[in-house]
T-cell receptor, first 111, second 112 residues
Framework: NAGVTQTPKFQVLKTGQSMTLQCAQD?????MYWYRQDPGMGLRLIYY???????DKGEVPNGYNVSRLNKREFSLRLESAAPSQTSVYFC??????????FGSGTRLTVV | GEDVEQSLFLSVREGDSSVINCTYT??????LYWYKQEPGAGLQLLTY?????DMKQDQRLTVLLNKKDKHLSLRIADTQTGDSAIYFC????????????FGTGTQLKVEL
């Protein structure tokens, strides 16, 4: 099925641990995004990649890094996880005429 | 930065119409979107409207855009229990990777 695939779906980390959230899309979209969702705050943009080979900071980039590995894949890395990074993370891809397609989310808890 | 505001909660009876409102601050937005999020799931695009349109209708959904007041609304006719979800409005801008700015979301509860 066409869409955006995120892995893992759930993760528990200890403070200071690192991990990479994976995202892949098969719709040949140029742009990809990482958002975090917290109660009462909607979705906030962490990083985005307007096209293969480019990445830019969003609204809340601190504590995260990203890699646009190729046109399909866009990963999000937490180098040293903190409890404030407990959230639900969504990857999305888009073309201007198609709107956004979202993955099903990764629920991350940092203890 | 740009702000997109929504009320947090809306409760309606099954069969009634629901109206979810959104205000935004940036008049340079190009597209405005409505997304639906069911529990434990990602966001699903419901509909969108180009910024030079006033209204768009798609089956039970009607989107109204008032550019002068920077006000967007989503009307759901004959609301069903399956419409219970969080609804997000979002705006996008030309250039800069087609980024979206989301509202805080409105939790719609449909009661029998």
């Amino acid at each position: 099925n066409a869409g955006v695939t995120q892995t893992p779906k759930f993760q528990v980390l200890k403070t200071g641990q690192s991990m990479t959230l994976q995202c892949a899309q098969d719709m040949n979209h140029n742009s990809m995004y990482w958002y975090r969702q917290d109660p009462g705050m909607g979705l906030r943009l962490i990083y985005y990649s307007a096209s293969e080979g480019t990445t830019d900071k969003g609204e809340v980039p601190n504590g995260y890094n990203v890699s646009r590995l190729n046109k399909r894949e866009f990963s999000l890395r937490l180098e040293s996880a903190a409890p404030s990074q407990t959230s639900v993370y969504f990857c999305a891809s888009s073309e201007p005429t198609d709107g956004y397609t979202f993955g099903s989310g990764t629920r991350l808890t940092v203890v | 930065g740009e702000d997109v505001e929504q009320s947090l909660f809306l409760s309606v009876r099954e069969g009634d119409s629901s109206v979810i409102n959104c205000t935004y601050t940036d008049s340079s937005s190009t597209y405005l979107y409505w997304y639906k999020q069911e529990p434990g799931a990602g966001l699903q695009l419901l509909t969108y409207i180009f910024s030079n349109m006033d209204m768009k209708q798609d089956q039970r959904l009607t989107v109204l855009l008032n550019k002068k007041d920077k006000h967007l609304s989503l009307r759901i006719a004959d609301t069903q229990t399956g419409d219970s979800a969080i609804y997000f409005c979002a705006e996008s801008f030309t250039g800069g990777g087609n980024k979206l700015t989301f509202g805080t979301g409105t939790q719609l509860k449909v009661e029998l």
